[in-house]
């Protein structure tokens, strides 16, 4: 006797991320609503990291390809499916960079400005010159702390999320999120140029 269609009586377009990496473990059609749920995030989030749209679409490919070979060991550890994927992507351009002995800098433009400034009073922009003015302090962050920034306002991350993604616990990730706004504050009131006698921490909200 023939078995009934299961595939036929999943609805893939419905269901949540955990439902769907259940199913993926033996259907190929679930692991594609997960591809399509996700890849345009995680492709931007490798290119913030990489700088250029031909790595950035190879290194996606390879992220989504080892997460279908590896699915039957994901464990749900409480954070979302999306988490495992961010941490997949983040090993994979660290190590794009170690090969190549590139400088790991985000490449910025005023998509994180613009993120940025919805959520007061961490940064808020008011003109093109002071969104220019951030963005040239961010770049002067570490590496680390302009992934966080790329994680937190581009990709909508909760700090849990971001945690599972760089390795460190919740509260580390609180703790680094605010020196990154105090070195934020640091570079906008001590830029090179100090022919401007309003502090900027105030026009940005810092």
Do not use: C
Not at 50 to 55: E, K, L, Q, V
Not at 191 to 206: H, V
């Amino acid at each position: 006797m023939m078995q009934p269609n299961i595939q036929a009586k999943r609805h893939y377009l419905t269901a949540d991320d955990a439902q769907l990496v259940e199913w993926a473990k033996d259907d190929s059609s679930a692991f594609g609503e997960l591809y399509t749920r996700y890849v345009k995030k995680i492709y931007n989030y490798i290119y913030y990291r990489t700088g250029n749209h031909h790595d950035a679409e190879d290194l996606t490919s390879r992220v989504f390809f080892r997460a279908m070979a590896h699915i039957k060991e994901y464990t749900d550890r409480g954070v979302p499916f999306s988490a495992w994927l961010y941490r997949i992507a983040h090993n994979l351009v660290a190590n794009w960079h170690r090969d190549r002995g590139r400088q790991k800098v985000v490449p910025l433009d005023d998509h994180l400005t613009t993120a940025m400034s919805f959520d007061p009073p961490e940064a808020a922009t008011e003109s093109i010159e002071e969104e220019e003015t951030l963005l040239d302090s961010i770049r002067q962050l570490p590496e680390e702390r302009q992934q966080l920034l790329v994680l937190k306002f581009v990709e909508r991350l909760s700090n849990a999320e971001i945690g599972e993604i760089m390795n460190r616990t919740e509260g580390a990730i609180k703790s680094l999120y605010h020196r990154t706004l105090l070195s934020l504050r640091d570079n906008l009131e001590n830029p090179e140029e100090n022919s401007q006698p309003e502090p900027r921490r105030k026009r940005f909200g810092l």
